[in-house]
């Protein structure tokens, strides 16, 4: 009998088999930064699950759906579903998700820096005001230097 890593109704943020598996994504060279469990459980094809989110320094997110039985019935890396060869051995299904994870590094990282990212509409940006304000600067300091060149040329021709 195959000892399960999760206790579907004692799920939560900080338990034990959240350590087991943090941890073990850190010996395999990924360091998770922050993970969450949902409190809700949710259904799909067929199967209540609750959703285990791992996000790791690299930006890159692992969801890790538990069937009620405990074990992970489906994982999604970066919102992508990822097939796993090995689903009752947890420490090589973690390898795998690293191995995932480690093939789609720099693409992931490209989709990053293409993304443009806009601010909340409630948010304002200064640039306007603050060119303006720099302009009129600049025209102050042109008709000061003006007038002190025409002052240098007045002395110089007395």
């Not at 399960?4 to 087991?20: C, E, H, I, Q, T």
Request: charged share 30%.
């Amino acid at each position: 009998m195959k000892k399960m890593l999760f206790s579907f109704n004692d799920m939560a943020s900080g338990d034990k088999a959240s350590r087991v598996v943090e941890k073990s994504f850190s010996r395999k060279g990924s360091n998770v930064v922050q993970s969450d469990i949902s409190t809700s459980v949710k259904r799909s094809s067929g199967h209540s699950y609750r959703e285990m989110t791992l996000t790791f320094a690299d930006s890159q997110t692992v969801v890790l759906r538990v069937k009620q039985t405990g074990d992970i019935f489906q994982v999604m890396l970066n919102k992508k579903a990822l097939p796993i060869k090995n689903q009752d051995d947890h420490d090589a299904a973690i390898e795998e998700i690293v191995k995932g994870m480690n093939a789609g590094r720099t693409k992931f990282q490209n989709a990053l820096a293409r993304a443009k990212v806009r601010p909340p509409k409630g948010i304002r940006t200064t640039a306007p005001k603050m060119e303006v304000s720099l302009t009129e600067k600049r025209d102050a300091l042109k008709v000061a230097i003006a007038s002190v060149r025409e002052e240098i040329a007045e002395i110089r021709a007395a």
